[in-house]
């Protein structure tokens, strides 16, 4: 049977000694099963092995898997630059939490041969869209989450939110956290959000720190329209902590569910709520 991962990429967000012996692992793994392996400018060290460095336009249009290597963060920068692009990731996670890269480096021989093998699962998650009304250019993507936030501590901002054009609530606080399923175990749960399984097909609304007593999390279904009226004060819209953007004077914010979406490739047998268990500590008795 044809290999289905003919083509696969490596790409990092560190240059530390432990990413690049993972990486050359990876590449030596890879190689002997007769898989073409590219590299982005992240890992142009890997040169003296043979490998040249490929453009972001040329992994996006060649390769068949990506695999992620680090933490969350990587995860979250290769999702948005080559996942929302319609290439599978596979993470390796060297970061503490890993709820998006669940490949241990010390399984990094015996997974990578069962995924080539074809013996792995596939998940599926949407991404967030969003930016300032008015203005094209200010359009991202957020795997995790769209914020919107003061940018100082202990500052209120004041805005309206709407949902589908119907009027929700008029707040005072610190900010307001737009989070998908995947990013309600990142900075969502850090809010007081709930967990939500990858699956519930679901946007989050979490307050930060609100300006009264009967502020709750919100969830309103996935294809909801998301509209931030602020007041005429200073605040900063960001996305996934990557891409921030100054509001000035009176702005809107528009967030909803993005068309591109991300595959996830996981080894056989993971199970979300053992890694919440593992991860955040949960009781493992039955």
């Not at 060649?62 to 993470?91: E, H, V, W, Y």
């Not at 080894?267 to 268990?277: K, L, W, Y």
Request: proline share 3%; net charge positive; glycine share 10%.
């Amino acid at each position: 049977m044809k290999n289905r991962f003919s083509v696969i990429a490596l790409s990092t967000t560190s240059q530390s000694d432990r990413v690049l012996t993972i990486a050359s692992q990876c590449n030596e793994v890879l190689s002997n099963l007769g898989i073409k392996v590219l590299i982005d400018g992240s890992l142009e060290k890997l040169r003296s092995q043979g490998l040249s460095v490929s453009s972001d336009r040329g992994i996006i249009s060649k390769a068949k898997l990506l695999i992620a290597i680090g933490g969350d963060g990587t995860m979250l920068n290769c999702s948005r630059k080559f996942g929302s692009q319609g290439i599978p990731i596979l993470g390796i996670n060297l970061g503490n939490l890993g709820f998006l890269a669940d490949i241990d480096p010390k399984d990094i021989t015996s997974s990578l041969l069962n995924v080539i093998e074809g013996k792995f699962e596939k998940d599926e998650r949407f991404f967030l869209e969003g930016g300032i009304e008015g203005k094209k250019s200010s359009r991202f993507l957020a795997l995790n989450e769209i914020v919107v936030h003061s940018g100082k501590i202990a500052q209120l901002i004041e805005f309206r939110v709407f949902i589908d054009e119907s009027f929700v609530y008029r707040q005072k606080a610190d900010g307001l956290i737009i989070s998908s399923p995947t990013g309600s175990t990142a900075y969502s749960l850090s809010g007081g959000g709930p967990i939500v399984h990858p699956e519930v097909k679901t946007i989050l609304l979490v307050s930060m720190l609100p300006h009264n007593l009967s502020t709750r999390p919100l969830l309103v279904e996935a294809g909801s329209q998301i509209r931030i009226e602020l007041e005429n004060k200073k605040s900063i819209l960001s996305f996934d902590s990557h891409e921030n953007l100054s509001l000035k004077g009176k702005s809107t914010v528009k967030v909803y569910k993005a068309k591109s979406s991300l595959t996830l490739i996981h080894p056989q047998g993971q199970d979300f709520f053992a890694s919440c268990r593992n991860k955040l500590g949960w009781s493992t008795n039955p």
